[in-house]
Every structure is written in structure tokens, then in C-alpha cells.
């Protein structure tokens, strides 16, 4: 899944709000096999308040996992929280590897569009391309990311839907409603391949389901301590560390 996955400070932009630190870190598995660890950094308003964030992320393999699948991501983003935590990108940085393919890729957005700097390797047009300056209000993938990673309150957790664009292919993730009990909530949603992928991209796979599990915590605000979904080398888990 394409979406997985230091101290940052906070980006003045003149709007002040109190900031929480993050610091996430997972436990990537793929067949039972450690095959590498997802960290998440970065700092935000506190819940509910209207501030800049700063994120970064990264997907680092384990040596077994280079062997049979060299899959990496190194991403950083900066934008604007909204007080009911929406997250409006304004530039982002994101390099990413599966197999043999990999992309390095720097986008700005202007209003809610995102618009394309640097998009590497270079490759001739394609009749399945799709014009970035039109996916308005799609987010970046560390951000979409963050919104499933992030510790929330149950009444914003899960049962939302939103479009990602990585600079040349068009995503939604899907979320249900959370099915909670006493310590937990359980959340099912997908991954779907919208737009600008090749032939043999929609062929492979279009769908990826994937669930979400939070735990109930201090403050009653619900943790991601596991997740598990569908990859195009196979089912893949994380735990929280």
C-alpha cells in the first residue's frame, strides 16, 4: 500500500497554537517476517485548534525484505490544520521505491491543487496521465497517512473518506464507522486506484482492503496499535512499538 508510511520543529506561519510532538513508530510485517519499520515525526496544533504541521515519514526494509522486495518511502510535508482536523498541504517532499520502481517527487499546492515541481524519473506522456492542477482538494500521501496514524477522540475516529495524489496517480481512502467495545475500536476501510495508473497497475489490483485497530487510552483518545492490509506482495501487517 502506497500510503505505508528526528524532532521536527514547527513552521511559523503566523497563526499560533499550542503544538503536539509526534513520534510514532511501527512494527512492519509481511508473511509473519519483520521486514521493516515505519516511523512517523513531526509536530501539530493540539486537537481542535487552527495551526501549521510538519510531518515526516519513513518505510525502511530490513535486509531479508531488500532481498525478495527492495520497498522503501522517505516523505516530508508542511500545511495548515483546520480546528475539525482537516490538514490542507502546502508543499511536500516524497521519495519512494517497489522493486524497480521508484519516484522522487516534490509538489506545492496552490489553493488546494497540487501542482508538480519535480516529478523523477522524467518518461515521455501517457494516455492514462491525468492534469494534477485538477485533483483540487486531493492531499498528499503522508498526510492521508497521518489522519488513519494520528490519536484522535471516537467522535472524529474513522468513518471518512478522502482523495490522495503522489504527482501523477489519483487514490481514495474509504473508512467505515468504528466498531468499539470497552477498550478498543475496530475500523474496516480500502484503498482504491482511481486515476493515472497504467494498464498493468489496474490489472494487478485495484482494491486493497485494509483494518485498523485503536486502543482506548488516557484522555479518551483512541491509539492506532495495529493495522493490517492487503499489498501487491502480499498481506502485510504493523504493530504499534
Known amino acids: 500500500m502506497r500510503l505505508i508510511f528526528s524532532t521536527l520543529a514547527l513552521l511559523g506561519t503566523g497563526l499560533a497554537a499550542s503544538a503536539d510532538e509526534i513520534d510514532q513508530t511501527y512494527g512492519f510485517y509481511v508473511a509473519g517476517l519483520k521486514a521493516g519499520t515505519i516511523h512517523i515525526t513531526g509536530t501539530v496544533p493540539a ?139 475496530l475500523c474496516e476501510g480500502r484503498y482504491t486506484r482511481v486515476a493515472g495508473f497504467s494498464p498493468e497497475d489496474i490489472e494487478e489490483q485495484v482494491t486493497f482492503p485494509f483494518t485498523l485497530v485503536y486502543t482506548r487510552g488516557d484522555a479518551d483518545l483512541y491509539s492506532l496499535s495495529f493495522f493490517k492490509t492487503d499489498t501487491t506482495f502480499g498481506p502485510a501487517e504493523a504493530a504499534r512499538k
Request: aromatic residues 8%; hydrophobic residues 35%; negative net charge.
Open 47 to 185: 486537537i481542535g485548534s487552527e495551526g501549521s504541521y510538519l510531518l515526516k515519514g519513513t518505510l525502511s526494509p530490513t535486509s531479508i525484505m531488500r532481498r525478495f522486495h527492495d520497498v522503501r518511502f522517505d516523505g516530508q510535508v508542511d500545511g495548515i490544520v483546520t480546528p475539525d482536523g482537516r490538514l490542507h498541504p502546502a508543499r511536500y517532499e516524497g521519495f519512494s521505491r517497489s522493486d524497480t520502481k521508484e519516484s522522487d517527487v516534490q509538489l506545492v499546492y496552490d489553493a488546494g491543487r497540487p501542482q508538480v515541481v519535480r516529478y523523477a524519473p522524467e518518461r515521455s506522456p501517457q494516455p492514462f496521465d491525468i492534469i494534477p492542477a485538477k485533483q483540487n482538494g486531493a492531499i498528499d500521501p503522508l498526510s492521508a497517512a497521518y489522519l488513519l496514524f494520528q490519536d484522535q477522540p471516537l467522535d472524529t475516529l474513522c468513518d471518512r473518506s478522502f482523495s490522495l495524489f503522489d504527482g501523477r496517480r489519483l487514490s481514495r481512502l474509504e473508512v467505515g464507522a468504528p466498531d468499539v467495545n470497552a477498550a478498543e475500536a
